[in-house]
């Protein structure tokens, strides 16, 4: 599995950090005097104590699981192999390391323990616009930028031209970027550091910023950085984005690789094993949960087909969002909705509860379970969130909202019977229906009455 | 076939840093080209949509000389073994201005560049090394002061203008070995700016600026000129106002700024590996 040609080899890299302790509290103005006139020595131990980890480190060597409190290994025991050519993701919750072994990767922090070995040029791009002055011209940010990111100035010579188009901000190139729009800006940046051409690249979260347009154009050119042979290790919290660019991925939790194998299968384990975003949400106290006049809610969650709660939705199977909420006072007729947004912020439709069981019924007390079932093959790929609402009709008051009360992933496993069918690359549209086509043909030389 | 080749020579190694080393001479000639254009934006900003733009460099030192002129040199009277006092200290004030204005530049480089240090990857000593560099162009300008008040008091130019350069090599180094050892501890303790600030008001008078150096009793020499400013501004003088050069002034001063760079140095290398998470 690792080779000695192999592009990054990590063995056993471990990072922790000192987090800030509890000042003591004085309950006397002498001790608080003695404390002050003491502290210039206890604040010099504190400073040197940021980055001394003896003690942590024998007792970790020696086989101790207890850690002084104030420490945290943000990455213990990382170990992985990258071949050459390789696109890798890395996933993650949110604290889970990514970020951290990033910036051991890339020298930025240095590991408190293990080995790593990276084979050829690293261009590590952990931020869009790193050194960006707003004084300068786009011009002389493309060539500070570039070098920046370890571009030698005639490489920067060679593409100029070519990284200005890309950004489309030619016009304005001689213009103090202070002027630009900060879309222009994250163009701009987004631009040299696609034009590098590293044997390794680094890239954290940056697609996380810039119109849906411009994301796409980024995520095809790092697709064709990959298809080059270039190394790539990406991190992101974008699951469509890493099942369509990487082959492989590496799950990290709590410092520790959790999984490593093929991308489907990572991305699988990630969100069905209550990591990552929530397909469930549950108010049991009802003095905490969103309530109105009439009626609480307690619970949202997202079921596919077969009733099993969970954050990955095959897009041609139906998707269960329901909601369970407790009406105290009766006599209203209620009306259950559900909004749903794509990772664009975009509604994209909105159901309410047509059904003939309670529809225009006043309710009685009690508690409900409202089930909306959401065909298969129609939504679209990528993350939805769901706004939970009910309202009352005559009055129209509404009891609850509650926004990105759950989320959910819509993933297309590219088996050849969902709505994209043979065509792997973007699918653009906020709704993925499968409809029927008809073809009528007529061979060339036939008359008009011969047609099939 | 070349590209491969450029992938064997670059194997990078990671590992928990121990030990001492001075720096990586190698890794910083990779790194030129964007030490110069850290230092070109540092100097383009400068005067950005200013009027005066780089007049600001003359006026700065102008003001000092004529203030010292007029309250050290009219009021007071200081001995100046019969040079002008304007000359005095014109010669004094002009690499007294860079090294002051270079060493508060450089020790907070690695805090105003917290954003860089953050993200990329760049041999750090780039840091305190682009305020001392960048600081040489309002350098260079305000030289021309020293050309005007040369011409004025009709200084013949002599031999000892040769040895400038080497003086002005040393006054580069007196900022570049204190911006290293401040910026690294300023990284861990907030105090070092206001420390060198309230240093360098000081440190003026220590250095045969607005006075003598031979008003120093001779006993006191070679601690005074352990002082490597003394020894620079001596220097200067020497060369600027064909004087002969006072050696036993400026030795002292040449090894203790020596012994700085490389303590510097090595203290630096050492912390490097945890400015990103203590800054």
Sequence with gaps: MVSDDSAIIVKNISKCYRIGSKENIHDSIGGAMIDFLKSPFKNYRKYRSLYRFDEAERLSSSGDTNQPSDIIWAVHDVSFGIKQGEVVGIIGRNGAGKSTL???????????????????????????????????TGRDNVYLNGTILGMRKKEVDRKFDEIVSFSGVEKFIDTPVKRYSSGMKVRLAFSVAAHLEPEILVVDEVLAVGDADFQKKCLNKMHDVGRRGRTVLFVSHN??????????????????????????????????????????????????????????????????????????????????????YEVFRPGSILLPNFHFYNEDGLEVFVIVDLDPAWRRRKRPKGTYLSTALIPGNFLSEGTLFVRANLCTLAPQTIQFDVPSAVAFQVIDSLDGDSARGDFAGWFPGVVRPLVEWSTRFRQNGESANDIV | MREADLREECVKVIRPESGWRIADFRELREYRDLFFFLVWRDVKVLYAQTILGFAWAILNPLTQIVIFTIVFGRLARISTDGIPYVLFSSVAVIPWTYMSESMIISSQSLITGQAMLDKIY???????????LSKMVDFGISLIILLCIGVYYRITPTWNLLL????????????????????????????????????????????????????????????????????????????????????????????????????????????????????
């Design chain 1, 102 to 136: 990033l910036k051991i990767l890339c020298r930025i922090t240095s590991p408190t323990r293990g080995y790593a070995r990276l084979r050829g040029r690293v261009s590590s791009l952990l931020e869009v616009g790193t050194g960006f002055h707003p004084e300068l």
């Design chain 2, 122 to 132: 760049f041999p750090r000593l780039i840091f305190p090394l682009t305020g001392v």
């Design chain 2, 164 to 279: 400038l350069p080497l003086f002005i090599v040393f006054m580069m180094c007196i900022p570049a070995a204190v911006g290293i050892w401040l910026s690294s501890l300023a990284v861990r303790f907030r105090d070092v700016k206001f420390a060198i600030q309230f240093a360098v008001r000081m440190l003026i008078y220590t250095a045969p600026i607005v006075y003598s150096a031979q008003s120093i009793p001779g006993a006191y020499r070679i601690i005074y000129s352990l002082n490597p400013l003394v020894g620079v501004i001596e220097g200067f003088r020497a060369c600027l106002l064909g004087l002969s050069v006072p050696w036993p002034y400026i030795w002292p001063g040449m090894i203790t700024t020596a012994f700085l760079l490389v303590t510097g140095a090595l203290y630096f290398k050492r912390m490097e590996r945890i400015f990103v998470d203590v800054i």
């Design chain 1, 239 to 324: 699951m469509q984005a890493i099942t369509r660019l990487c082959e492989r991925a590496i799950l990290l939790d709590e410092g520790k690789v959790l999984k490593d194998g093929p991308s489907h299968q990572v991305v699988s384990v990630y969100l069905n094993s209550g990591y990552g975003t929530m397909a469930i949400r549950e108010w049991p106290d009802p003095d905490k949960a969103p309530c109105g006049e009439i009626a609480r809610l307690c619970a949202v969650r997202v079921r596919n087909e077969d009733g099993v709660i969970t954050d990955a939705l095959d897009i041609r199977r139906h998707v269960k969002v329901e909601m369970e």
